[in-house]
C-alpha cells in the first residue's frame, strides 16, 4: 500500500529519492520516508504522518468514502458534459459562428441538465462538513486545530481558502453562474423563435453580449470549480495545470455528447439539416481536444516526474502502481482511438466511425475522471463493477430525459438566427 505518507512533508515513497534522514523516529510505513522540514516540526506531526494523508486515509474511512467516491465520480462526469455543452455555446455567439446552428439547440438542452449535478455536489460537500464521507480529507474533525492528534499544519496553512463556509460559498456562486447563463441563453433562443427575423437578431445581438461576459466569468468559475472540487482531494498536491487538463476533459466530453445525440437526430429523420460537413466540423474538435487533452496529460506528467519532488511526485506512485490499468487505459481511450479513428476527413463524415470514436471517449474520461477523484478518497480500496455501471446508468438516464424533454419543447433548429442559411448550406 502506498497510502500513509505526507506530501507536504516532503515524505516520499521509496522510489523516490531520500532527502534526510535524521529523525530516528520515523517508521517505515510504505518504505523508507524523508523529511525537507526540521526535526520539531516532523516530531510535532510524526502522528499525522505516519496515520493520515490525502491519498487515503486509514481502511474504515476508505470503505466509508467508496459508496459516496462511487456516486462523485458520477455526479462530476455529467456535470463537466452539461458544463462544456453550455461553455461551446457561449463561444457560438462570441465568435459569431455560422456552421453550428442545426445544432445549437442541443447544447442548450444538454445545458438545462447543469442544475442537478451542482446541487448534489453542494448536497454531498455539506454532508462532508457533518463527517458522513471523508471525500475531502481537509474536511476532517481537528484537521485544523492544533490541540488535536490530527492535526495538519500544511492544511491549516491553507484554512483562508479552504474551510467549508467558503466552500459551500463557492460552489454556490459557480451554480448561480453557470446556470443562469444556461437559463438565459435558452429564453433568449425561445424568444427568438416566437418573434420576427428583426426581434432574432436583436436576440442574437443581446446573446453575444451575454456570451462575452458569461465566458470571462467561466474562465475564473471553472478553474477554481476544478481546485476545489477535485483537486482539494489530495490537499497537500497541487498543480498549475489542473484548471485547464480539468477543462480539456469537460470540453472534449461535451463535444462527443453534442456529436452523438445529433447523429441520433438525425438517423431518426429529426435533423435533416444536419449534414457530412457538419459531422466533420464536429469530428474535428472531438479529434483536436482529444490530442489537447493529452498535450496537458502528458504536460502535467511529465514535468512532476522528471523533477521528482517528494511532495509532488506521490500523486502519481499511487496511480502507476495501485491504479494502473484504468489510468494507462484512460490515456490509450482518449488518445490512441481518435488518433487511429478520426484522423482521415472520411472517418470524420462516417457516423458509425464518429459513434465508435464517440463511445471510447466518453469511456476513457469517465475512466479519467475516476483516477482523479478515487486514489484520494478511497486509496487501494477500489473497484469497478456493476455498482458503478449502475449509478452511471441511472445518471445517464436521467440526464437522457432531461436533455431530450428539453429537445421536444421546441423546434430543433432556431427560426429566427440570422445565419440559419448559411448554417443549412455549409459545406466543405
Known amino acids: ?152 499544519s500544511i492544511i491549516a496553512g491553507k484554512q483562508g481558502y479552504l474551510n467549508p463556509g467558503f466552500f459551500i460559498t463557492r460552489s454556490v456562486v459557480y451554480l448561480l453562474i453557470w446556470v443562469l447563463g444556461a437559463k438565459l441563453f435558452r429564453k433568449y433562443s425561445l424568444q427568438a423563435d416566437t418573434g420576427s427575423k428583426e426581434e432574432g437578431a436583436a436576440l442574437w445581438s443581446k446573446k453575444r453580449t451575454l456570451s462575452a461576459v458569461f465566458l470571462v466569468l467561466f474562465a475564473v468559475s471553472s478553474s477554481m470549480m476544478a481546485w476545489d472540487w477535485i483537486m482539494s482531494i489530495d490537499t497537500h498536491w497541487f498543480s498549475t495545470l489542473f484548471g485547464w487538463y480539468t477543462f480539456a476533459g469537460l470540453f472534449v466530453s461535451a463535444l462527443t455528447v453534442i456529436t452523438l445525440i445529433a447523429i441520433y437526430l438525425k438517423m431518426n429523420g429529426y435533423l435533416p439539416e444536419l449534414n457530412h460537413s457538419h459531422l466533420q466540423d464536429l469530428g474535428k474538435f472531438m479529434f483536436a481536444f482529444s490530442v489537447f487533452w493529452t498535450y496537458l496529460w502528458f504536460s502535467q506528467y511529465m514535468l512532476i516526474w522528471y523533477s521528482n519532488i517528494p511532495e509532488e511526485v506521490t500523486y502519481y506512485l499511487i496511480r502507476f502502481k495501485e491504479y494502473k490499468g484504468p489510468f494507462m487505459t484512460a490515456l490509450a481511450l482518449n488518445f490512441l482511438f481518435p488518433i487511429l479513428v478520426m484522423m482521415s476527413r472520411d472517418s470524420k463524415r462516417n457516423m458509425y466511425f464518429v459513434i ?56 430543433l433548429v432556431p427560426k429566427n438566427h440570422p445565419m440559419l442559411t448559411e448554417s443549412k448550406l455549409h459545406h466543405i
Open 1 to 152: 500500500m502506498i497510502l500513509n505518507f505526507t506530501m507536504s512533508e516532503g515524505v516520499s515513497h521509496e522510489d523516490v529519492t531520500h532527502i534526510t534522514s535524521h529523525e530516528e523516529h520515523s517508521q517505515a510505513v510504505v518504505g523508507e520516508h524523508a523529511t525537507g522540514h526540521s526535526e520539531d516540526q516532523h516530531a510535532s506531526n510524526d502522528h499525522h504522518e505516519t496515520s493520515s494523508h490525502d491519498v487515503g486515509h486509514d481502511n474504515h474511512h476508505q470503505l466509508v468514502n467508496k459508496p459516496w467516491s462511487r456516486l462523485f465520480v458520477n455526479i462530476f462526469f455529467f456535470m463537466a458534459i452539461s458544463l462544456g455543452a453550455l461553455f461551446f455555446l457561449s463561444i457560438q455567439y462570441a465568435a459569431q459562428v455560422g456552421w453550428s446552428v442545426v445544432v445549437l439547440r442541443i447544447m442548450e438542452a444538454m445545458s438545462q441538465f447543469l442544475i442537478i449535478p451542482v446541487l448534489l455536489i453542494i448536497g454531498l460537500s455539506i454532508l462532508g462538513v457533518f463527517h458522513v464521507h471523508h471525500l475531502w480529507h481537509w474536511m476532517a474533525e481537528g484537521i485544523m486545530d492544533p490541540e488535536s492528534p490530527a492535526y495538519d
Open 356 to 411: 465508435t470514436a464517440g463511445i471510447a471517449i466518453l469511456a476513457g474520461h469517465w475512466l479519467d475522471h475516476f483516477v482523479m477523484i478515487m486514489p484520494g478518497t478511497v486509496g487501494v480500496e477500489w473497484s469497478i463493477g456493476l455498482i458503478d455501471l449502475g449509478i452511471f446508468c441511472g445518471f445517464m438516464g436521467l440526464f437522457i430525459w432531461v436533455v431530450f424533454s428539453s429537445l421536444a419543447k421546441a423546434a
